[in-house]
């Protein structure tokens, strides 16, 4: 499965836009980019996906590099709510015959803390 | 649409006994996968069913078993007990499963602790 790498945390002011990286230097065509992010005591949630355009929905964009090399999802203007573990996640065609291609391999994520 | 629920949502068992989780999906869902998260190895995957047939597994043990009820609702089940399969367990549902751009709506999940 091809891998992503993200800050391990990084840190925002509440109101402020914030910019969360991630890598994933082999990614294949039919990759897409998933963001998924989980909030304490939770489960993740769905947050956004993109293949090669960038993406607007409610809760975020996400702008991919023309390369498709690599992803940024910005927050617009974080609340005290935004504080979570996002995670970068990149989703292939389920597998012939089975394997785990299709589901969501999750890495360690971006620990973001957003302060008052 | 109510969400994914997951029963019971707190577990403690003791070393060498089996536990079994329930999940039930959003409706209209087919496909469940459940997932087991611990601090030292983060969210990984254990399996998925779709149609009441398993069709994707992760790298754990046999211990590990699952099953999908003709309504989509999916139990798992670990036998013999060990420390280390203490972690929380998510289960997450989508209409699909597997492909590249379907959503997973996630439950909140059951903390089994093993004593």
């Known amino acids: 499965d091809a891998k992503t790498t993200q800050p391990n945390s990084m840190e925002s002011n509440e109101e402020e836009p914030v910019h969360l990286p991630c890598n994933h230097s082999?990614?294949?065509?039919?990759?897409?980019i998933h963001w998924y992010r989980q909030l304490p005591s939770q489960g993740p949630e769905y947050v956004i996906h993109?293949?090669?355009s960038n993406v607007n929905n409610r809760m975020a964009s996400l702008a991919i590099a023309e390369d498709r090399k690599s992803s940024t999802l910005i927050l617009h203007r974080a609340t005290l709510r935004d504080a979570a573990v996002y995670y970068c996640?990149?989703?292939?065609?389920?597998?012939?015959?089975?394997?785990?291609?299709?589901?969501?391999?999750f890495g360690k994520g971006t620990k973001l803390s957003v302060k008052p | 649409k109510a969400g994914v629920t997951q029963t019971p949502r707190y577990l403690i068992k003791t070393r060498g006994q089996q536990v079994t989780l329930s999940c039930s999906p959003i409706?209209?869902?087919?496909?469940v996968s459940w997932y087991q998260q611990t601090p030292g190895q983060g969210l990984q995957f254990l399996f998925e069913?779709?149609?009441?047939?398993?069709?994707n597994k992760g790298n754990f043990p046999g211990r590990f078993s699952g099953r999908q009820f003709s309504n989509s609702r999916s139990e798992m089940n670990v036998s013999t007990l060990e420390l280390g399969d203490s972690a929380l367990y998510l289960c997450?549902?989508?209409?699909?499963?597997?492909?590249?751009?379907?959503?997973?709506?996630f439950g909140p999940g059951t903390r089994l602790t093993v004593l």
């Open positions: 997450a549902s989508s209409q699909q499963g597997a492909f590249r751009t379907d959503t997973q709506y």
């Open positions: 082999t990614i294949s065509g039919t990759d897409y």
């Open positions: 996640i990149l989703r292939a065609t389920h597998g012939v015959g089975g394997g785990s291609q299709g589901n969501l391999i």
């Open positions: 069913y779709f149609s009441e047939t398993q069709r």
């Open positions: 409706s209209g869902h087919r496909s």
């Open positions: 993109g293949l090669t």
